[in-house]
């Protein structure tokens, strides 16, 4: 048996090394948790991410957005950040409803005008510091974009 430290040894699925981890709750839980749950050894875990923001990345390049400049943490916690924003872009166009052909024209600008400016966003902290941006505040940036404040 193990002993009471609540360290357990686990296999990491993807390289298959073995490393320790500490849990907290009952013996059973924890052998039932070390037993059931995939784990992933810290390198792996570092590896993963960095593959899940070039992929980000990439996807996103293709839809004319430039790479993202900080540290490899923040990279890859903004190009998740940019996804989500640009899926709530998204959301927000599929969401609108006009009134004729000259009023989505005025809209499909002033999403121009918002890819222009998220365009020259390229630090991570920008994108980081926006997380919390909603449909709303994007639909009011796109407004604003349309019709500046004079
Ligand atoms: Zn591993």
């Not at 899940?52 to 990279?75: H, L």
């Not at 630090?123 to 639909?139: F, G, L």
Request: charge should be positive.
């Amino acid at each position: 048996m193990k002993s009471e430290t609540f360290t357990y040894e686990v296999k990491c699925r993807s390289c298959r090394s073995k490393f320790n981890v500490q849990l907290f709750e009952s013996h059973d839980k924890n052998l039932f948790m070390v037993d059931k749950k995939d784990w992933y050894c810290e390198p792996c875990k570092k590896k993963y991410f960095a593959e899940q923001a070039e992929q980000r990345t990439k996807a996103q390049e293709s839809s004319g957005f430039p790479q993202i400049t900080g540290t490899d943490k923040m990279i890859s916690w903004a190009v998740k950040i940019r996804e989500d924003l640009l899926k709530k872009v998204d959301y927000l166009q599929k969401s609108l409803t006009f009134g004729g052909e000259a009023e989505k024209l005025a809209s499909e600008k002033g999403f121009a005008g918002l890819f222009e400016e998220w365009r020259k966003e390229t630090e991570a902290k920008w994108w980081i510091d926006h997380r919390n941006m909603t449909v709303r505040d994007i639909s009011k940036r796109v407004a604003e974009i349309l019709n500046p404040p004079a």
